[in-house]
């Protein structure tokens, strides 16, 4: 599982979609409070 914040995401968009596609789980949070999965 992977956790990351919004801004984090917004950049690193392309390799958290790759990391989902094999599986892993990843979790976008606001304020670290996840807000999606």
């Known amino acids: 599982m992977t956790q990351v914040n919004i801004h984090i995401a917004k950049a690193h968009l392309s390799e958290l979609i790759q990391k989902a ?4 789980e990843i979790i976008i949070a606001k304020d670290n409070k996840p807000v999606a999965k």
């Open 21 to 24: 596609m094999l599986g892993e």
